[in-house]
């Protein structure tokens, strides 16, 4: 089944302590992203990714990380989690950047 | 600045009713995509719909159907007969200089029975 997986789906974590949330794809696209969202302000682009080794900033991408070593995975790190980076989170992927784009089922993060 | 504005922020209407979502977006771009998205209470994202900015005609997807207006900058969602079942989150967004992915704000829509 063609599809984008996160993990965990849900996290509570304390300020400063390091984490990463987990996104693979199982239908060899090339580009991957990341969204967070909030209340009020839909989703916002964190970080995407054309290709393998190429990664670029989106709208918000203060506070976060990303890697793509391998096609199929894009983490996304958060070095010194801090409150306001408390959301929901998405993940998604597609051919190519022109098309549409798959979603993952979202990881809700509580940073205390 | 790319945007997109979703000015509804929630809709509720009564099983049966048609609505209609609207979404306005904001680009210098000649060349640009613009989807809509249900987010269902379940909280998953799920594709309804994929424009790009040279294709204007209207297109009809059983109780769906969507409006692309150039002249207007709009690209308006309809549910016809609507159902309970489509009481959800609407998200439209709009892809810019083939890299900037810009999502409105959603409008909540309740169909009551």
């Known amino acids: 089944e063609a599809q984008v997986t996160q993990n965990p789906r849900y996290l509570i974590t304390v300020t400063g302590k390091k984490l990463t949330v987990t996104c693979s794809q199982n239908m060899n696209h090339e580009y991957m992203s990341w969204y967070r969202q909030d209340p009020g302000l839909g989703l916002r682009q964190i970080y995407y990714s054309m290709n393998v080794e190429v990664t670029d900033k989106g709208d918000v991408p203060e506070g976060y990380k990303v890697s793509r070593k391998e096609k199929r995975n894009f983490p996304l790190i958060l070095e010194s989690p801090s409150p306001n980076q408390t959301s929901l989170y998405f993940c998604a992927s597609s051919e190519t950047i022109r098309l549409t784009q798959y979603f993952g089922p979202g990881t809700r993060l509580l940073v205390l | 600045a790319q945007k997109v504005t979703q000015a509804q922020t929630e809709i509720s209407v009564v099983e049966k009713e048609d609505v209609t979502l609207d979404c306005v977006y904001e680009?210098?771009?000649?060349?640009?995509?613009l989807f809509w998205y249900k987010q269902p209470p379940s909280g998953e994202l799920v594709f309804l719909i994929r424009?790009?900015?040279?294709?204007?005609q209207n297109e009809i997807s059983g109780r769906y159907s969507w409006n692309f207006q150039k002249s207007t900058s709009s690209f308006n969602f309809t549910i016809t007969a609507s159902q309970v079942v489509d009481s959800a989150v609407y998200f439209c967004?709009?892809?810019?200089?083939?890299?900037?992915?810009?999502f409105g704000a959603g409008t909540r829509l309740t169909v009551k029975p």
């Open positions: 680009t210098r771009d000649t060349t640009y995509y």
């Open positions: 424009r790009n900015s040279f294709d204007e």
């Open positions: 967004a709009g892809l810019y200089n083939n890299n900037d992915m810009r």
